[in-house]
């Protein structure tokens, strides 16, 4: 077929993002989105930065296209700007940082330097490929799927090339960024050296600190801003290296850091304490702060009433309900992707827009993630076919009749795993593959920590909510689809914990009742909550409305289908996997069901895995 032109009214564009963390592939054509989806989902390789063979794959397979067929290939940030930032933060380091650039060197002169050989060779496309600057590619996968016709727009993240953050503006088929704060200072990995220092996993473990935080004071709130972050009046900053070690080693922080704060990093997996729990509250609450800050200034400069968010602070959902809350701009939208996987989609769509200066049409009032269900879909036939060679017992329904029996046994306070339809972009589990369960019973939480989640017990669970009924248990004025906004729950709701509950803490303080929906009532009486309407995903939404007429309740317990360490199922062999070797009771793979107490003896071994994978 040979490439596509801008005129042939069939322009394909495929955008990347690899190398750093969570690499992904997003499909355009003619600006609407095709597909998009992370490596991880199909590589099983939670965070998987490398080439994204397999999404591009799907993505292709999607558009039913080969790379021949595409106009243009975009990558997500300037791997040149990035080497010359690396080079020279060695150089003024040096000797210190020796070891890291000796770690990091052999692979950006085998591979990073030369990405435009590695990115055709990987594709076997000859046709035009592009870069955009890593604050560009958020700040266009904020604002072009946004359903507003301006808006502000602020991104945040550790580092793209040089910048940490930016702020700009979104009109038209354009966005702007006119000012950024640059490395070595970043509010990203001001958080990431607390996630280090509370014995969490860097670039993965920052959610599990944000739901750390309620459990804590904000002690060291005041040590901060004293010895770490000089912040000033309009949210930018700088931070005091002396503390740091991301300059010259392989970790975040060290000895002065130790010093400081009373003692070594916590090690992984040992037990928390009061101090972890307070160092978490206090990076979260200045966190909170510098984003207020920004977005304070950034209104007063741009004057606009709409905020688009991206970059991986922007994953910081209590942050993000404090901006709605309490900051100036009356309607915020965050992309769901918004850590660098959705820098694939931002390139992709700078490329439609910008380069192509194609028009931008956004719909009243709706974004065009069409909910973020962009991955790999599975029909019935082909789920049959996963499921008959592993002699599975399972049962076809229609579709009524399905979610009348769902609904019945989430009221009977079973846990099922859901797999239906697309599978989600970005980090967040919103319908399609999900594990749900009744948020009423105070038991619930524990439980899916413990037996399904194999996750720490401090770790709070999202309610899903039919879109008209969250005002009727939250605090929330504005559509939340994409899970990433936290709200306080309505105080009618909330039950008061005596003197001895509140003496409590992690698995036994999460079985205290707080409220009327106590699964879903993290321990300072907030929710991070998705809210679901029928036309974005209509099973998901009369799930909801059917649990709703047999309980009174229009809430979900929804958290993501895997286990921890492990990437959100993508396929129904993933899927079956994960309900084998955890205590999950059902499995819906639409429209069939699964009774875990029906299935033959579960069997681990590399054949019967092998053989679940699709070709």
Partial sequence: MGNLTPDSGRTYVLGLSAYYHDSAACLLLDGAIVAAAQEERFSRIKGDAGFPSRAVEYCLKAGGITAADLAFVGFYDKPLLKFERILETYLAVAPAGFRSFRAAGPVWLKEKLYLDRVLREALAYEGELLYAEHHESHAASAFFPSPFEEAAILTLDGVGEWATASCGVGRGHDVELFKELHWPDSLGLLYSAFTYYTGFKVNSGEYKVMGLAPYGEPRFVDVIYRELLDLREDGSFSLNQAYFDYLTSLTMTGA?????????????????????????????????????????????????????????????????????????????????????????????????????????????????????????????????????PLSAVYERFEREPLLRHVARLLADEKVVGWFDGAMEFGPRALGARSILADPRSPRMQATLNLKIKFREGFRPFAPSVLRERAGEYFELEQDSPYMLLVAPLRRERQIAMNAEERRLWGIDRLNVARSDIPAVTHVDYSARIQTVERDTNPNFYDLIAEFERLTGCAVLVNTSFNVRGEPIVCTPADAYRCFMRTHLDYLVLWPFLLDKATQPEWKEGREWRESLRPD
């Fill in 256 to 388: 002065a850091f130790d010093e400081l704060f009373g003692g070594p990093p916590r090690a992984p997996e040992s037990k928390l304490t009061q101090r972890d729990m307070d160092l978490a509250r206090s990076v979260q609450v200045v966190c909170e702060e510098v984003m207020l800050r920004m977005a304070r200034t950034l209104h007063r400069e741009t004057g606009l009433e709409n905020l688009c968010l991206a970059g991986g602070v922007a994953l910081n959902a209590v942050a993000n309900g404090r901006l709605l809350r309490e900051g100036p701009f009356k309607r915020i939208w965050i992309q769901p992707a918004a850590g660098d996987a959705g820098g694939a989609l931002g390139v992709a769509q700078l490329i439609w827009h910008r380069h192509l200066e194609k028009p931008r049409r956004p719909a009243a009032g709706r974004d065009g993630m069409r909910g973020a269900y962009l991955g790999p879909a599975f029909d019935p036939e082909e789920i049959e076919s996963f499921l008959r």
